[in-house]
T-cell receptor
């Protein structure tokens, strides 16, 4: 079974630039999550999709972050404009259940904002 | 708001020893408590999980101990191996709610 695919693996940008991350979940998983993991901290949920609808985006900084999952499969997360404090690993995860009991994570995109 | 507190921040254990990581929570609505293991450059992976209706769950060398009255739970790794060196996160989920992670514990097992 293929895992959660994410790209790019690394990204370095300057502040105020924009950046986009891509995620392809495990086939058949209806629920998709984007997490932000700052160095030395646990992952923090940014947004959760059920199919192509948003379930929870309460911690997404909507003035600069956006995410979409148009066809209920792969998803993109965008930051525009980026700030220094956005430097983190952005993890995508998927699950076959809405209750978050077993999440499968991708390897993440490491973002450095200079 | 920090809802799951994890300690220690880092832990060094000799090969063959027991590694113990502790977590405490405040929200009594939590009803599922997973532990995730994360290797450098990888995403977290589910290791073991427990529900509050049992006090202990064991899978191989990994055991979760759960104390509902104290609102605490812990991960015990028996016969720790260098391959167990990773970051471990406890987490908690309320029914139909959001997964909340602890801060993580960096475990180093020396050969």
């Amino acid at each position: 079974e293929a895992g959660v695919a994410q790209s790019p693996r690394y990204k370095i940008i300057e502040k105020r630039q924009s950046v986009a991350f891509w995620c392809n979940p495990i086939s058949g998983h209806a629920t998709l999550y984007w997490y932000q993991q700052i160095l030395g901290q646990g992952p923090k949920l940014l947004i959760q999709f059920q199919n192509n609808g948003v379930v929870d985006d309460s911690q997404l900084p909507k003035d600069r972050f956006s995410a979409e999952r148009l066809k209920g499969v792969d998803s993109t997360l965008k930051i525009q404009p980026a700030k220094l404090e956005d430097s983190a690993v952005y993890l995508c995860a998927s699950s076959s259940r809405v209750t978050n009991e077993k999440l499968f994570f991708g390897s993440g995109t490491q973002l450095s904002v200079l | 708001q920090q809802q799951v507190k994890q300690s220690p921040q880092s832990l060094i254990v000799q090969k063959g020893g027991i590694s113990i990581i502790n977590c405490a929570y405040e929200n009594t609505a939590f009803d599922y408590f997973p532990w995730y293991q994360q290797f450098p450059g990888k995403g977290p992976a589910l290791l073991i999980a427990i529900r509050p209706d049992v006090s202990e769950k064991k899978e191989g060398r990994f055991t979760i101990s759960f104390n509902k009255s104290a609102k605490q739970f812990s991960l015990h790794i028996m016969d720790s191996q260098p391959g167990d060196s990773a970051t471990y996160f406890c987490a908690a989920i309320p029914l139909d709610g959001k997964l909340t992670f602890g801060q993580g514990t960096i475990l180093t097992v020396h050969p």
